[in-house]
């Protein structure tokens, strides 16, 4: 049964850095591409970045593009989210996600990913 946990989150001024990681259990990671979405209080569960199976591809959400970076290390089963100069607009839950379909082109479509971690919150605030 594959199992996605993330962490990292917590409270941060504008300008701050985080880094969150998802860990994969179940199965190996290699076998996903992987994704990070967010949900704000009101709004649906948004695209943020994806990663395919090796990552030698990455697509980002434009709100986020030259500030976040995603990366895996398939040794540890475990995707990350570099995520720098935030800003109060990037509050929300994070989630990480896995799909199996196609893991060398992974898709920026929520609807596509089989398997989602519990989240973990980003509040960015003074």
């Known amino acids: 049964q594959v199992q996605l946990v993330e962490s990292g989150g917590g409270l941060v001024q504008p300008g701050e850095s985080l880094k969150l990681s998802c860990v994969l259990s179940?199965?190996?990671?290699?076998?996903?591409?992987m994704g990070w979405f967010r949900q704000a209080p009101g709004k649906e569960r948004d695209f943020v970045a994806v990663i395919n199976w090796n990552g030698g591809y990455t697509s980002y959400a434009d709100s986020v593009k030259g500030r976040f970076t995603i990366s895996r290390d398939n040794a540890k089963n475990t995707v990350y989210l570099q995520m720098n100069t935030l800003k109060p607009e990037d509050t929300a839950v994070y989630y990480c996600a896995a799909d199996p379909s196609l893991p060398q082109r992974p898709d920026t479509n929520r609807f596509e990913y089989d398997y989602w971690g519990q989240g973990t919150q980003v509040t960015v605030s003074s």
């Open positions: 179940g199965r190996a990671i290699s076998t996903y591409a």
